[in-house]
């Protein structure tokens, strides 16, 4: 689960004026991983292989997060783009194909609360970007975006993106000395979106997205 984060402080500007400041942030906990096995006609089946295989998802910088900045209340829409969106890295075999669901909430709640969740004073809302990079590089103009339908982004694609032509043979089946490293990469998940702040009470705002990966 990825907690996002927003917290709204007042503070005074002169004697009789008082605006307030918004600092808005996403902060990610990765919890949802999964793998699983699957037959989809009319594409070589690696499903009988993949549940012998690890899958991984973790954050490229656990220290960088999604910063929205100062805002004022009624700022309106406020945006990060691509460029600077949170990056996860996804580990796993090569050769396999990997589903990926990114579910967002549609809010960021006052202080998690979630009678706010039909009370506009004290709500947030967000909407979800996301996209996938696998060519074996971090780099956003590799990118593909990823379809998003009311906060919920799902793809399918290879952890390493094939050349021209069929697929590749499926993976060696896990051995004695088996070194993971020959047969994995990885592919990168970029997520980012954008906030409209009206006039909210000041407070802590948070809400979540969850990420799930399975192969295909």
């Known amino acids: 689960m990825n907690n996002i984060s927003t917290n709204i402080t007042s503070f005074q500007k002169s004697p009789a004026y008082f605006r307030y400041s918004i600092l808005c942030s996403i902060v990610f906990f990765i919890t949802s991983i999964s793998s699983s096995t699957s037959v989809s006609a009319q594409e070589i089946d690696f499903g009988q292989y993949s549940s012998a295989y ?3 998802l973790s954050e490229f910088n656990p220290s960088e997060e999604l910063e929205f900045g100062t805002l004022i209340q009624n ?3 406020t945006s990060i783009d691509l460029v600077n969106a949170k990056v996860l890295t996804l580990e796993g075999v090569k050769y396999l194909d990997v589903i990926v669901d990114i579910t967002a909430d549609n809010y960021l709640l006052l202080n998690g609360d979630l009678g706010c969740e039909t009370d506009p004073s004290c709500r947030i809302p967000f909407t979800l970007q996301a996209a996938y990079a696998n060519r074996g590089n971090n780099n956003v103009n590799e990118s593909v975006s990823i379809t998003v339908l009311s906060n919920v982004a799902s793809a399918q694609f290879q952890i390493l993106q094939r050349t021209n032509g069929p697929p590749g043979p499926p993976p060696t089946p896990v051995y004695e000395g088996y070194d993971p490293n020959i047969f994995n990469e990885t ?7 954008s906030i409209n702040v009206g006039n909210v009470d000041a407070g802590s705002y948070t809400s979540s997205i969850s990420v ?4 295909d």
């Open 54 to 56: 690890s899958i991984s």
């Open 75 to 77: 700022q309106g829409p």
């Open 212 to 215: 799930t990966i399975n192969y």
């Open 187 to 193: 592919a990168y998940l970029y997520i980012y979106g």
